[in-house]
């Protein structure tokens, strides 16, 4: 088990634990009590890490914030390179209009892992959260992105596909770092969902199966979100 303690991190913890390879979904988070490893940077939260057999298939994630333990599907790192570029090459998503709707986009990307049977998970920050794209500087109230597990030397790091704000796929703590590094951004909360969850209005929800009436909304909100995106282009160009 490794401890490794996070700069800046709103949990009180985050727990990582592989589950046995019978009855996944009622497998329960354990207390690790040997600590082998720590940083020793100062933060209010941290996380730990069960080093699992390469036979495991699936890890648990924890957040304290909404008191949710989360199953995801374990990939390689290249395992997890090619699914990124999947979910990039998606023609039904809009990665190129980061100007809203990362809700739908990430519900789409769920979708896509479902079909390559991935459990993937849902990562939502909330906050102040202001980033530079093509469109210039957006502030956005929250962002989401889905949520994988990726095993390198032996090590589960949590690890977020999010095609809008980057070209790889990156560990959770990059991917908020984008989002707070600038002074004037402000964090919230941050927190877990599976991936069934459409929005931060079920942040505390147990949901079990997509809905479809958000399934449809999705559709409309990539679309539109898109079609944004192509007028606003279309009207610099015309400058």
């Known amino acids: 088990m490794i401890k490794a303690v996070l700069t800046g991190l709103f949990f009180t913890s985050l727990t990582i634990q592989a589950l046995p390879a019978s009855d996944l979904l009622s ?24 080093n699992i057999g ?27 390179m090619e699914i990124f570029q999947a979910l990039k090459d998606d023609e039904e998503n809009s990665f190129d209009s980061p100007l809203d709707a990362c809700f ?17 998970g ?45 070209d790889r796929p990156v560990s959770y703590e990059e991917w908020k770092k984008l989002l707070i590094q600038k002074p004037k951004s402000k964090l919230k909360s941050e927190y ?8 931060i209005r079920e942040k505390n929800a147990d949901t079990v199966q997509y809905d479809e009436e958000q399934l449809e909304d999705m559709k409309i909100k ?17 400058k």
């Open 222 to 238: 990539i679309k539109e979100n898109a079609r944004m995106g192509y007028m606003i282009e279309l009207m610099e160009k015309k």
């Open 54 to 80: 390469d036979t495991s298939k699936t890890a648990r994630a924890y957040s304290a914030e909404n008191k949710k333990s989360i199953e995801l599907t374990v990939l390689s790192s290249d395992e997890a």
């Open 27 to 50: 497998s329960q988070i354990k207390t690790f009590n040997q600590i082998v490893k720590n940083t020793g940077i100062p933060a209010t939260g941290s996380f730990c890490v069960e």
């Open 192 to 199: 877990f969902t599976k991936r069934f969850n459409y929005d």
């Open 104 to 120: 739908a986009r990430a519900h789409r990307m769920a979708q896509v892992m479902d079909e390559r049977d991935i459990i993937s």
């Open 122 to 166: 849902k990562a939502f920050v909330e906050g102040e959260l202001f980033v530079d794209t093509k469109f210039g500087e957006l502030g956005w109230s929250y962002h989401a992105a889905s949520l994988v597990m990726v095993k390198h030397k032996g090590v589960l790091t949590p690890t977020i596909m999010d095609p809008t704000l980057f």
